[in-house]
């Protein structure tokens, strides 16, 4: 590979560029760079939402880009599946290996047994669907439904706002009243957070939805821990008050919306009371919150991925994003909502992918322990799996370990370190940083795209993956467009396909502006009438209950307490987990700690009937009580048996858009004792009793 133009081996230099991982924010990022290494990660002036600071996650990426972690060969197993020992390869007995094996599966099983795993180690748009969807797509591989985050928010919004892009986090200091709905900005997104503050010393009310007491949560005037999975109920008794008050606006739902009636009828039996017995919250407070949502104006919701992660994670963002319309909220600045931005811009990415999908199987990534332990039609044989960790990032852990498990299955990693995936590879593929390749960087808090450029030379052997799956795509003797072949030709080839404004914009700063919209003001509903429709025909049919409806949890008796795992302020998902030093603890709050006779530093035994978990315990009364939490995206070394969250989680999927429902883990603890046997160390438990003074 020819040097690179920024990176003078020697000198010291500060290059910008921006941060492309799996976060709103997409920061630039100034970075010292001394004698070809990485000194320093700083934030950089170009981005102004940026602010002056980055996340601490980031400053240390470095630690990953030499890390002892770090892919720098390829290589190919050696010993047993699991076990992470490879002998090193070039890349063309790597390639060549994989082109034999993909050529085999093809011609004995067909191409659909080739399933490629890919979401989220990257929002880069070089990243992802380029060569490497022309590859698939034209080799004609099982597809992948990428539905593990944002399914039922984005299938909702999409229905009904369109592209509509949300307020901006600027526009919250104009907000009188900041309602943050299933969302932790203190940990992902956090350049929101000073807007919030801002507005709320000028006088806004803030209000907080979340099971746990967030940092924001702290500070708000309301904080309502809603029982995990009926976020639905809640909003739906304030869009009951809304109407049944007369503050629902009717010449907004006349002139904007269609089938508000229906909206109404369903609210009806959500009283105020009925629905804080079920989300196990205070009545008055609820009450309070529907008169201040009434109230005040300019009024924004945050609306986060934590209400979707549950059965009923699509009715949920219905019963949520719809109180704008019910209640007027729209037409001012810093009214309205926010959700994912990342669709505001007119990107498309079949205009430079330029291969048709093909008609071959949708393997449902949340399914994944299904498909491989399961599916025969035909059975998957080989999973190509890049910017992913799936073994710890998809719901039912150990049915997708045993899946990995299988003798029959060839599994390719391609990654930047050795991720507890890359441990069940039959070859591994070592992969470029962003600090060590060019992309193109989607905010999708912001709204906005900004160019990524290498800062160093690729750290041993690694490639970017446009290269690699231009080159596999060669050996397979499967047409890549000549644009696509490496990540600087596919930059020269994505922006060319952005529309004239927006590349312009891109090429001349390095960044676009972000979009500060009014909505209904400057911007409106992308839908084919302009308009707001209620009760979207197309998810009315795909709710098993139709629209605004509840569907209870069924599991309290066996196991009567709730795992979350929400993001946490060390990994961007699971990237950056091989640099966590210290074993995970479980949060627990004291009168279900005192219920089991668990104290902090207690070794505990989580588990349901799917899995376990052992770790330490920390009583915390800022957990509501009932639930439980474990951070998200933890490596498996983080806990004392190798398993994490996801191992109890189901697979089922949410009502609406077919997400992950990661919050729907219901499960028991019990204190696990240490004990000599024969001079060795054993652990003992016994089986939980009920407790008997939880209502749940
Ligand atoms: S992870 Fe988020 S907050 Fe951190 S640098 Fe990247 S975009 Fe900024």
Redesign the pocket.
């Known amino acids: 590979m020819p040097k690179r133009e920024a990176m003078t081996s020697g000198h010291s230099t500060v290059v910008d560029t921006a941060?492309p991982?799996d976060?709103p924010?997409?920061?630039s990022?100034a970075v010292s760079v001394e004698g070809g290494r990485i000194t320093k990660i700083d934030p950089s002036a170009r981005a102004d939402a940026t602010q002056g600071f980055?996340?601490s996650?980031?400053r240390r990426f470095g630690d990953r880009v030499y890390g002892v972690d770090r892919l720098h060969h390829p290589g190919i197993r050696q010993g047993s599946k699991g076990e992470g020992q490879f002998r090193q390869l070039n890349w063309d007995q790597a390639l060549d290996t994989i082109v034999e094996r993909m050529r085999n599966i093809r011609d004995e099983f067909g191409a659909e047994a080739i399933v490629p795993v890919s979401y989220g180690g990257s929002n880069g748009l070089l990243s992802q669907d380029t060569a490497d969807a022309q590859l698939f797509r034209r080799f004609k591989t099982s597809r992948l439904a990428r539905n593990v985050c944002a399914a039922p928010t984005t299938t909702v919004t999409d229905a009904l706002y369109g592209r509509m892009p949300g307020v901006s986090y600027e526009d919250y200091r104009h907000a009188r009243l900041i309602v943050i709905w299933g969302a932790n900005p203190s940990t992902s997104g956090?350049h929101l957070v000073p807007h919030v503050r801002a507005a709320a010393r000028e006088g806004a009310a803030l209000v907080v939805i979340d099971p746990r007491r967030t940092a924001l949560a702290k500070q708000a005037d309301i904080h309502l821990a809603v029982r995990p999975g009926t976020d639905v109920v809640v909003a739906l008794a304030i869009h009951r008050f809304l109407f049944e008050e007369g503050f629902a606006d009717s010449a907004f739902l006349n002139n904007h919306t269609h089938n508000a009636d229906v909206l109404h009828a369903r609210a009806e039996e959500w009283t105020i009371e009925r629905a804080a017995a079920v989300a196990d919250i205070d009545a008055t407070l609820l009450k309070r919150t529907a008169e201040l949502y009434a109230e005040k104006s300019p009024a924004v919701i945050r609306c986060g991925w934590g209400l979707e992660r549950n059965r009923n994670g699509g009715n949920a963002a219905m019963a949520v994003l719809t109180l704008p319309a019910v209640a007027g909220k729209f037409g001012v600045r810093g009214g309205g909502y926010s959700m994912s931005n990342s669709r505001a811009l007119p990107l498309s990415e079949t205009e430079w992918i330029g291969a048709p999908e093909p008609d071959t199987r949708i393997i449902n990534m949340n399914h994944l322990g299904r498909a491989l332990t399961e599916y025969d039609a035909p059975p998957v044989k080989m999973l190509f799996v890049y910017n992913c960790n799936p073994a710890v990032t998809l719901p039912d852990q150990n049915r997708i370990l045993s899946g990995l498990q299988r003798d029959d299955l060839f599994t390719v990693v391609f990654d930047q370190v050795m991720t507890d995936s890359a441990r069940w590879a039959d070859i591994v593929l070592p992969a470029t940083t962003f600090l060590e390749h060019y992309d193109i960087a989607l905010s999708y808090g912001h709204g906005n795209l900004q160019l990524a450029q290498p800062v160093i030379e690729p750290v041993g052997d690694s490639r970017p993956n446009v290269d690699v799956f231009s080159d596999l795509a060669h050996r397979l003797g499967v047409k890549v467009d000549v644009l696509l072949e490496t990540d600087v030709e596919s930059m020269i080839h994505v922006t060319s396909a952005l529309p004239g404004a927006v590349r312009e914009e891109l090429l001349n700063r390095g960044i676009t502006d972000r979009a500060k919209p009014i909505q209904f003001g400057d911007t409106f509903p992308r839908t084919p009438d302009g308009k707001v429709d209620l009760l979207p025909d197309t998810l009315e049919q795909q709710a098993p209950d139709g629209l605004y409806h509840f569907r209870p949890d069924s599991d309290h008796e066996r196991y009567p307490l709730t795992l979350v795992s929400p993001a946490s302020d060390k990994t961007?998902t699971s990237t950056l987990g091989e640099l966590r030093t210290r074993l995970a603890r479980l949060q627990i709050h004291p009168r279900d700690a005192e219920s089991r006779d668990l104290s902090t530093g207690d070794i505990a035994r989580i588990f349901n009937e799917r899995g376990e978990i052992h770790c330490a315990v920390t009583v915390n009364p800022d957990v509501k009580r009932g639930v439980v939490s474990l951070p998200k995206g933890l490596w498996r070394r983080s806990t004392m048996n190798e398993s994490t969250a996801n191992a109890l989680v189901p697979d089922v999927l949410t009502d609406i858009g077919d997400g992950a429902c990661f919050n729907d883990a219901r499960v028991e603890i019990t204190r696990i004792l240490n004990a000599e046997l024969d001079g060795q160390s054993i652990a003992i438990w016994a089986e939980a009793q009920k407790p008997q003074n939880l209502v749940h």
């Open positions: 941060c991982l976060c924010d997409t920061c990022v980055i996340c996650k980031v956090f961007i």
